[in-house]
């Protein structure tokens, strides 16, 4: 019913850009602040960047200036543009969505982004 699919990673060098995509659909997208995590082998999952349904967006301080999120609420897709790429960042890439008044979260199965030379 409720799908959130992830897209984009791959290999990158050090240096490098991915763009990932997350397109939901059975949400109302639109209501929702989406989100990207990030979880690299033997670590904590990491909230990397969140964008509100009115757009205002934060970041984790190690991606700031890196990193940018956006949504485009005509597609029911969320983007995370990753430059400057750096072997850290190195992780598996979840896409979330909340809705906090409704305690309604869902989770992508996630995309796999390498950063090696």
């Known amino acids: 019913q409720v799908q959130l699919v992830e897209s984009g990673g791959g290999l990158a060098q050090p240096g490098g850009s991915l763009r990932l995509s997350c397109a939901a659909s059975?949400?109302?997208?639109?209501?929702?602040?989406m989100a990207w995590y990030r979880q690299a082998p033997g670590k904590q999952r990491e909230l990397v960047a969140t964008i509100t349904r009115g757009g205002s967006t934060n970041y984790a301080d190690s991606v700031k200036g890196r990193f940018t999120i956006s949504r485009d609420n005509a597609k029911n897709t969320v983007y995370l543009q990753m430059n400057s790429l750096r072997p850290d960042d190195t992780a598996g890439y979840y896409c979330n969505a909340d809705h906090a008044l409704f305690s309604l979260t869902y989770w992508g199965q996630g995309t796999q982004v390498t950063v090696s030379s």
């Open positions: 059975g949400i109302r997208f639109s209501t929702y602040t």
